[in-house]
C-alpha cells in the first residue's frame, strides 16, 4: 500500500490509494473504521449534468457523480483518495449524498487494510460493463 497523505479535516479515517483485485487502484483503510461513522468525502469539479453526460460518452472510466438535478461532481484530477473507492455488490461502505458533497459511511467495521467499496448503483455503463467485485452474489454487470 502506498502510504496515506496528510489527511484534510473532511477526511476523518485515514485511507490508501494502492492497487486493487477488483479494479486498477483502490481506496484502503490505514486504520480501523467502526460502523456507521462518516469515512471521509470526494472534492471535484462542478459541473452541469449535461456536461457529466457527455463527459462520460468520452471515456470508459470515469469519476463522476450527479449531486442534484443539475449538478454533478467531475474527481477526474482530485487528489481525494476516495475517489478511487471501487464498486461491489457487497459493499463495505455506503456513497451518501448530502448537500452537494459525496460522503462515504461504514456499513460495518472496516478493518486495517481492508479496501473500501461502495455499490455504485446506476452508471453510465446501463449493464454493459463486467462487475469484477468477485463478492458472493456478484450480479455480473454494471
Do not use: W
Not at 46 to 64: G, L, N
Amino acid at each position: 500500500m502506498t502510504e496515506a497523505v496528510a489527511r484534510p479535516a473532511y477526511q476523518k479515517f485515514a485511507v490508501a490509494v494502492a492497487p486493487s483485485r477488483i479494479d486498477g487502484q483502490g481506496a484502503f483503510a490505514v486504520e480501523a473504521i467502526p460502523p456507521r461513522l462518516k469515512i471521509g468525502e470526494i472534492r471535484g469539479e462542478s459541473i452541469s449534468v449535461a456536461d457529466a453526460r457527455i463527459r462520460a460518452t468520452r471515456h470508459e472510466r470515469i469519476m463522476i457523480v450527479e449531486v442534484s438535478a443539475r449538478k454533478a461532481l467531475d474527481f477526474s484530477k482530485s487528489s481525494d483518495p476516495m475517489r478511487y473507492t471501487n464498486h461491489s455488490c457487497r459493499p463495505n461502505a455506503r456513497l451518501c449524498i448530502r448537500q452537494g458533497r459525496v460522503e462515504f459511511y461504514a456499513l460495518g467495521s472496516i478493518a486495517v487494510g481492508e479496501e473500501i467499496t461502495v455499490n455504485y448503483g446506476q452508471t453510465h455503463h446501463a449493464g454493459k460493463l463486467a462487475c469484477r467485485c468477485g463478492a458472493p452474489g456478484c450480479v455480473g454487470r454494471l
